[in-house]
């Protein structure tokens, strides 16, 4: 008998099973390879401060330290960098934008720098109203860790490369049962697929669609990344990530004409030197109505359970919570109570 079945490798499957390596314990993933997931399209960018109004990420003080030390440390295993420091040049929009940014440098200068150069970037960039700084931030290559992490998976045989069907899944007080195979627990990591998961449809998913593009620019600095509206976030060798939109309305989870048409108007009217779109993307993000992961065992079928409802965060959460997870099954450390699944005991009792 294996101890855990993990069910999805995105982000929060990679992380969930790292520490379980780490911890001894035995698991197997299952998870169909799909490259236009969420977790291989999202920008790696850890931002300390979020929104128009500037306000702090939710935990970052201890979120970007945990990431930061992580992501160093599976990279050195994988022996491939995986993540830089960056910073973020925000290309004011308005008077408005301008006044909020100088506001709040006032009131908590943390993270946040006055552009000292008003023409500093203006070989790059068209702007009219200055620009300031976020930093540090953290820039992480997700796409190289979660297909570094498979190689590792499929190496080592803990990776079965096929559709869940949860049809084929009994749960019994003393584990679980799939396909033939016999887990302590289940866990699942498969981002919006949770939302249908018969254990879970109770829980208050926010799902949103978010659109994106790999543009080519030759000529532009890659240190750091670039926002005004959109961002514009080093991806490889002369390619940019551009993105990205937040729908929570939708019909389907393609790329769509009106994004195509909104992100060349933004490259034409913000950039001064030619561009090419390479790909553009849409994927489905497991966001949350209280914009709080959740993480934990079924209070009723305590077998079973989750990491997931990371949305935009995941590059950030899913490490800190996933090693929660682990010391939680192993018995050396609790969940945060704003994270725990035991939140919704009452709903997930019904």
């Known amino acids: 008998m294996e101890e855990v079945l993990i069910v999805g490798q995105g982000l929060a499957g990679t992380w969930l099973s790292w520490y379980?390596?780490?911890a001894g314990v035995s698991f197997k993933i299952i998870?169909?390879?799909?490259?236009?997931g969420a977790s291989m399209r999202a920008a790696g960018l850890i931002n300390p401060v979020t929104g128009r109004r500037l306000v702090t990420t939710w935990m970052i003080e201890e979120l970007m330290p945990f990431a930061s030390g992580a992501y160093e440390e599976i990279g050195d295993f994988l022996g491939d960098s995986i993540i830089s420091e960056t910073s973020v040049i925000d290309f004011f929009p308005t008077v408005q934008m301008l006044q909020a940014f100088q506001k709040r440098f006032e009131e908590d200068p943390a993270y946040l720098l006055l552009g000292d150069d008003p023409e500093k970037y203006s070989e790059w960039f068209k702007y009219d109203f200055g620009?300031?700084?976020?930093?540090p931030c953290l820039l992480v290559n997700v796409?190289?860790?979660l297909?570094?992490?498979r190689t590792w998976l499929k190496k080592n045989n803990h990776l079965a490369e096929e559709v869940f069907t949860?049809?084929?899944?009994?749960?019994?007080g003393e584990g679980v049962h799939y396909s033939g195979d016999h887990y302590r627990y289940i866990i699942f990591c498969d981002g919006k697929s949770s939302e249908q998961n018969s254990y879970f449809d109770k829980m208050p998913f926010a799902l949103n669609k978010g659109e994106g593009m790999l543009v080519e620019i030759n000529g532009l600095p890659p240190a750091q990344v670039f926002k005004k509206g959109m961002n514009l976030v080093p991806y490889s060798a002369n390619v940019f990530w551009l993105g990205s939109s937040y729908e929570w309305t939708f019909d389907d989870d393609q790329p769509s004409e009106?994004?195509?048409?909104?992100?060349?108007?933004w490259l034409n009217y913000n950039l001064k030197l030619p561009f090419k779109i390479l790909e553009h993307f849409a994927a489905i993000r497991p966001a949350t109505l209280e914009r709080r992961p959740f993480v934990g065992l079924h209070p009723v079928h305590t077998q079973v359970g989750m990491l997931n409802g990371l949305g935009t965060k995941g590059c950030s959460l899913a490490p800190f919570f996933a090693r929660q997870l682990v010391d939680k099954l192993t018995g050396h450390g609790e969940i945060s109570p704003l994270a725990d699944l035991s939140r919704f005991a009452k709903v997930l009792s019904r």
């Open 147 to 149: 297909t570094a992490w």
């Open 131 to 135: 620009w300031g700084a976020i930093q």
């Open 20 to 22: 379980l390596h780490k």
């Open 31 to 36: 998870d169909q390879r799909n490259p236009a």
């Open 143 to 145: 796409e190289k860790l």
């Open 166 to 172: 949860i049809s084929e899944l009994k749960v019994t």
């Open 258 to 265: 009106t994004f195509r048409k909104n992100a060349e108007n």
